[in-house]
């Protein structure tokens, strides 16, 4: 399994204020992204990076932002935490056609 | 418009016994299929995968096929044990250059013992 570490692990935060998730890794890959899990939606994509500052959106990009200033983090931010942006998220790494997950973040908005 | 769809929400097996998963796919540039497996507080893990350019491929008791006239793919699992009990996800990427997966919903397997 690829080094990804995610942090936090579990967060709880108010409606309209911002949150920063991290994602770590150890193993170089040059492909990164964010993924949020809900029940019967699967794994949607968010935002991907496929290089030091080189990001580009996915399918539920709206109200999120991603920073990359280093091969190895990968930052999620919610501008205005909403209570539809209550989920689980995950971060992987990419290499070789083949995604690797972190752990995941369980984020509750209230 | 889910271009990957796993049609089966769940699906209860006895243990000893195969399980099959199934999944289906819209779009014909997917060239290369994941399946991962996820247990409950956990990441997927990346469980089997196959080329456009086969159709099967077997690792140990999981084996997948893949028929590209139907655009489905199936995994099976032989015997089935109960630590395959979690959610199974189906997965499709093509030569985009970015790596990008598009995944299913999901089939939680329960294995019975």
């Known amino acids: 399994d690829a080094g990804i570490t995610q942090s936090p692990r579990h967060k709880v935060t108010e409606t309209g204020t911002p949150v920063t998730l991290r994602c770590h890794q150890t193993e170089n890959h040059r492909y990164m992204y964010w993924y949020r899990q809900d029940p019967g939606h699967g794994l949607r994509l968010i935002h991907y990076?496929?290089?030091?500052?080189?990001?580009d959106k996915g399918e539920v990009s709206d109200g999120y932002s991603v920073s990359r200033s280093k091969t190895e983090d990968f930052l999620l931010t919610l501008e205005s935490a909403t209570s539809s942006q209550t989920s689980v998220y995950f971060c992987a790494t990419a290499t070789g056609g083949t995604q690797y997950f972190g752990p995941g973040t369980r984020l509750l908005v209230l | 418009d889910q271009q990957v769809k796993q049609n089966s929400p769940s699906l209860s097996v006895q243990e000893g016994r195969i399980s099959i998963l199934n999944c289906d796919y819209t779009n014909s540039m997917f060239d290369y299929f994941l399946w991962y497996k996820k247990y409950p507080a956990e990441g997927p893990t990346f469980l089997i995968s196959i080329s456009s350019i086969k159709d099967k491929n077997e690792d140990g008791r999981f084996t997948v096929f893949l028929n590209k006239s139907a655009k489905h793919l199936s995994l099976h699992i032989v015997p089935s044990q109960p630590g395959d009990s979690a959610v199974y996800f189906c997965?499709?990427?093509?030569?985009?250059?970015?790596?990008?997966?598009?995944f299913g919903t999901g089939t939680r397997l329960t294995i019975i013992p």
């Open positions: 990076s496929y290089g030091v500052k080189d990001t």
């Open positions: 997965a499709a990427s093509g030569n985009f250059g970015n790596e990008k997966l598009t």
